[in-house]
Nanobody, 117 residues
Framework: QVQLVESGGGLVQPGGSLRLSCAAS????????MGWYRQAPGKQRELVAQ???????NYANSVKGRFTISRDNGKNTVYLQMSSLKPEDTAVYYC???????????WGQGTQVTVSS
């Protein structure tokens, strides 16, 4: 069982920045593909960004050029640096881990990001 704990959410003004962190309890964190998803009220959960075990990244079109996903395997942590935030980025942000060998998927509890003046 892998536990994921997100942190770093909060209230920020439009144009501001936040950095989300997701700490994983996985023994072999480096073998996990990691992703950030978000869910706004009344909407389906959607992919924001992902980073493979090999470090390849992928972004939703809506966040390209504004968000950056990264990982630190030594700290069992994945980050989401968010810049130029917009009100439409407001959502609960979730971290997801996928074991590349077994296919098991784990979710964090989510962290709220609110972009408002």
């Amino acid at each position: 069982q892998v536990q994921l704990v997100e942190s770093g959410g909060g209230l920020v003004q439009p144009g501001g920045s936040l950095r989300l962190s997701c700490a994983a309890s996985a023994a072999n964190f480096s073998i996990y593909h990691m992703g950030w998803y978000r869910q706004a009220p009344g909407k389906q959960r959607e992919l924001v960004a992902q980073i493979t075990s090999g470090g390849v990244t992928n972004y939703a079109n809506s966040v390209k050029g504004r968000f950056t996903i990264s990982r630190d395997n030594g700290k069992n942590t994945v980050y989401l640096q968010m810049s130029s935030l917009k009100p439409e980025d407001t959502a609960v942000y979730y971290c997801r881990a996928t074991n590349t060998y077994r296919g098991n998927t784990y979710w964090g509890q989510g962290t709220q990001v609110t972009v408002s003046s």
